[in-house]
T-cell receptor, first 113, second 115 residues
Framework: DGGITQSPKYLFRKEGQNVTLSCEQN?????MYWYRQDPGQGLRLIYY???????QKGDIAEGYSVSREKKESFPLTVTSAQKNPTAFYLC????????????FGSGTRLTVV | GENVGLHLPTLSVQEGDNSIINCAYS??????FIWYKQESGKGPQFIID?????DKRQGQRVTVLLNKTVKHLSLQIAATQPGDSAVYFC??????????????FGGGTRVLVKP
């Protein structure tokens, strides 16, 4: 079955550490997205990539970095510059020029300890 | 912009009653709309979609209504069940598609089903 996989499901980070969240899809989707979700709130766009080797900042990109070296993969690094990284992170993918919606992963919950 | 500090509105519904979740959208050029359901600790899942050439679409126990005149979208859930307890998001998409598939998400509504 095609889908989008995020790992790990839970991640703990010490102050000052960088951590990388994995997102892999086998849907042959062109575009991939990272969202942050805080408790009781909506989705905020961090970064998105519409084609390989290209990506754009979303609304809250500061303290985060991404890469898109392969169509299937869009890892997100939460750097030490992100002062409040504790949140639920969602990855999604879609067709580039389609009218279809996004397919979401199951999320990674990041906690700073 | 960011909605830091804004918390989700909550709709409390008695089990067996119908639920109506509303969403106002801002872009009059939007021509494709989606409702997602997000259960606690999980990613959003597609429920139903509608294109702007329609004003109503029905699925299994769900109906989406679109009023383009007032830029309003609603999701109706018939005979609400405990498993319907979740956060519901609307999303809109506007042309040009050549610029990529960019959804704009609403803030979400939490539905709590009371037994």
């Amino acid at each position: 079955d095609g889908g989008i996989t995020q790992s790990p499901k839970y991640l703990f980070r010490k102050e000052g550490q960088n951590v990388t969240l994995s997102c892999e899809q086998n849907l042959n989707h062109d575009a991939m997205y990272w969202y942050r979700q805080d408790p009781g709130q909506g989705l905020r766009l961090i970064y998105y990539s519409q084609i390989v080797n290209d990506f754009q900042k979303g609304d809250i990109a500061e303290g985060y970095s991404v890469s898109r070296e392969k169509k299937e993969s869009f890892p997100l690094t939460v750097t030490s510059a992100q002062k409040n990284p504790t949140a639920f992170y969602l990855c999604a993918s879609s067709i580039f020029r389609g009218e279809d919606g996004y397919t979401f992963g199951s999320g990674t919950r990041l906690t700073v300890v | 912009g960011e909605n830091v500090g804004l918390h989700l509105p909550t709709l409390s519904v008695q089990e067996g009653d119908n639920s109506i979740i509303n969403c106002a959208y801002s872009n009059s050029a939007s021509d494709y709309f989606i409702w997602y359901k997000q259960e606690s600790g999980k990613g959003p899942q597609f429920i139903i979609d509608i294109r702007s050439n329609m004003d109503k679409r029905q699925g299994q126990r769900v109906t989406v209504l679109l009023n383009k005149t007032v830029k309003h979208l609603s999701l109706q859930i018939a005979a609400t069940q405990p498993g319907d307890s979740a956060v519901y998001f609307c999303a809109e998409n506007a042309p040009p598609r050549a610029a990529g598939n960019k959804l704009t998400f609403g803030g979400g509504t939490r539905v709590l089903v009371k037994p």
